[in-house]
């Protein structure tokens, strides 16, 4: 499998922004992230500012994917007035997840996800996205997720489900369903397989 490093392939890197649109989402706030794709792999190393009832919060992330479209690597690190807190994930090519708190490290095959879900932002979204070519060729598939929960930093096992609505090509936009417990909504992505709009969560903008 081609690696995120692999200096065969050629490096893009891009800085996206995202809005969280407060009416359905219940809070304002903005992620913004630098992209560099490599292959099917890609890193991203973002920040996320969140306001609303439940207060302030401000989390900061470095993201590894590898080249086979799984997640190798992610740090998370979130404050609010309340403190700070950091969390470690990290996946083995047996499938084996590794999870670090800074209070000890665990183990776990979390029912063999593959992906990580980061509460709020659409960034995470693209893992299946470009790992399964969603945005290319049309399918639907159900997932073990590894989501991590903001502020807290929670993580546990859940099951997304994501299918293609509409196959883009270039320059043209493609349309991915995704749907949780009983949140579902089709999110428009671009060609690369990032998000541009996530009803009720956030769109893009350019600043």
């Known amino acids: 499998m081609p690696d995120i490093d692999d ?16 009416e359905t989402d219940g809070a304002a706030g903005m992620e913004s992230a ?26 900061s992330y470095r993201l590894v ?13 979130v404050a609010t007035a309340e403190g700070e807190q950091q969390l470690t994930l990290s996946r083995s090519t047996d499938g084996v997840w590794l999870v670090d708190d800074g209070s000890g490290g665990s183990r776990g095959h979390f029912g063999g996800a593959r992906d ?15 790992r399964l070519a969603l945005h290319r060729e049309p399918a639907e598939h159900v997932l073990p997720m590894v989501f991590v929960d903001l502020p807290t930093l929670t993580v546990e096992n859940t099951e997304q489900t994501y299918r293609t609505v509409t ?11 995704f749907a949780a417990g ?7 992505v671009d060609d690369d397989g990032f998000v541009l709009d996530y009803p009720g969560i956030a769109s893009r903008v350019t600043l």
Do not use: K
């Open 7 to 22: 200096p065969e392939v050629t490096r893009v890197a891009v800085m996206l922004t995202w809005r969280s649109d407060p």
């Open 116 to 130: 990580v879900d980061l509460a709020f932002s659409p960034v995470f979204n693209a893992l299946p996205v470009r």
């Open 34 to 59: 630098r992209i560099t794709t490599n292959g099917g792999g890609f890193r991203a190393v973002g920040r996320i500012i969140r306001g609303g009832e439940g207060g302030v919060l401000t989390a």
């Open 167 to 177: 196959a883009g090509s270039p320059g043209t936009p493609a349309v991915v369903g």
């Open 182 to 188: 009983s949140f579902a909504a089709d999110m428009t």
């Open 65 to 77: 994917v590898a080249g086979d479209g799984t997640l190798s690597r992610l740090a998370v690190d």
